[in-house]
């Protein structure tokens, strides 16, 4: 799914790497060079560091499928918690 920018997870990844291989270049000359402020440049390094396209596209999903899974179990605590208040005869 494509950004704010329209850059989907895939590309912060294959640019990245490119941009590390100009050692001399600090990271406002690299993130000018990928069409980026220096913040998103930062937090690509960050995030996508070492991955390569895969790595980060099985990360995002990863990332889905836990927020799914945590919403799931804060459901079921709910209907536990409700369970029990009808089992007090609190109701």
């Not at 590390?20 to 995030?47: D, F, G, I, N």
């Not at 560091?49 to 927020?67: S, T, V």
Request: aromatic share 6%.
């Amino acid at each position: 799914m494509p950004s704010r920018s329209g850059r989907t997870e895939a590309q912060p990844s294959a640019t990245c790497p490119s941009g590390h291989r100009k050692a001399r270049l600090r990271a406002t000359e690299k993130s000018r060079a990928v069409e980026q402020t220096e913040a998103t440049w930062r937090r690509w390094v960050a995030q996508y560091g070492g991955m390569k396209a895969d790595d980060a596209r099985r990360l995002k999903e990863l990332e889905q499928e836990n927020a799914r899974l945590k919403k799931i179990v804060a459901e079921q605590f709910l209907d536990i918690d409700i369970l029990k208040e009808l089992n007090k005869g609190n109701w």
